[in-house]
């Protein structure tokens, strides 16, 4: 089956260096690749999306994601954790259809 | 500026029990859709409407049905609840679609089934 894998529950990081949270996908295809985000007892919020072109991806709250299609990734990324970062991570995908797949998601907590 | 609003927040169904989970968005968006959310597991899409009167099934619609008479209400129903929809449910809205842009996510509906 077609899926993302987060393969970290959990991640933890000091506050000031910097954070990864990966995500590899498992599709045929060009898939279109989205990074959401959780805070406690909140719906999700988009951070940033990948359809096409520049493998490096911008998004919000200083945010980054880099797509590596021989390695079939797309790694979330910020230079500098803040304790406010401290969140539920959502990696997903689709084909350009209404049928957004999330994966089970990385709980990421930035130790002050 | 209310966004998407679900209610109930909480809810405790007895097996075999009806009810409708509410949504309702008051940004014009066209589409709208219901995901389920369970521990570990992710979101799952149940159903989706591209826009009034227009509804799809997602990736688990069994045990759940869903309208979408105006463009503001999408609502969900359960028949007949079973221990195996005890989840948190998200509905979440956008104006050109899941692609094109971001879901814009309700706060959700902790239920449980017992």
């Known amino acids: 089956a077609q899926s993302v894998a987060q393969p970290e529950d959990q991640v933890n990081v000091a506050e000031g260096n910097p954070l990864t949270v990966k995500c590899t996908y498992s599709?045929?295809?060009?898939?279109?690749l989205f990074w959401y985000v959780q805070y406690p007892n909140r719906g999700l919020q988009f951070l940033l999306k990948?359809?096409?072109?520049?493998?490096l991806v911008k998004g919000s709250y200083g945010f980054e994601a880099e797509f590596n299609k021989s390695q079939t990734s797309f790694h979330l990324k910020k230079p500098s954790a803040l304790v406010s970062d401290s969140a539920l991570y959502f990696c997903?995908?689709?084909?350009?259809?209404?049928?957004?797949?999330f994966g089970t998601g990385t709980r990421l907590t930035i130790i002050p | 500026n209310a966004g998407v609003t679900q209610t109930p927040k909480f809810r405790i169904l007895k097996i075999g029990q009806s009810m409708t989970l509410q949504c309702t968005q008051d940004?014009?968006?066209?589409?709208m859709y219901w995901y389920r959310q369970d521990p570990g597991m992710g979101l799952k899409l149940i159903y989706y409407?591209?826009?009034?009167?227009?509804?799809d099934k997602g990736e688990v619609p069994n045990g759940y049905n869903v309208s979408r008479s105006t463009t503001e209400d999408f609502p969900l129903r359960l028949e007949l609840a079973a221990p195996s929809q005890t989840s948190v449910y998200f509905c979440?809205?956008?104006?050109?679609?899941?692609?094109?842009?971001?879901?814009?996510f309700g706060s959700g509906t902790q239920l449980s089934v017992l």
């Open positions: 979440a809205s956008s104006y050109f679609g899941s692609t094109n842009e971001k879901l814009f």
């Open positions: 599709v045929s295809g060009n898939p279109y």
């Open positions: 990948y359809i096409t072109g520049d493998n």
């Open positions: 997903a995908f689709n084909f350009g259809n209404e049928k957004l797949t």
């Open positions: 940004m014009n968006h066209n589409y």
């Open positions: 409407s591209v826009g009034a009167g227009i509804t």
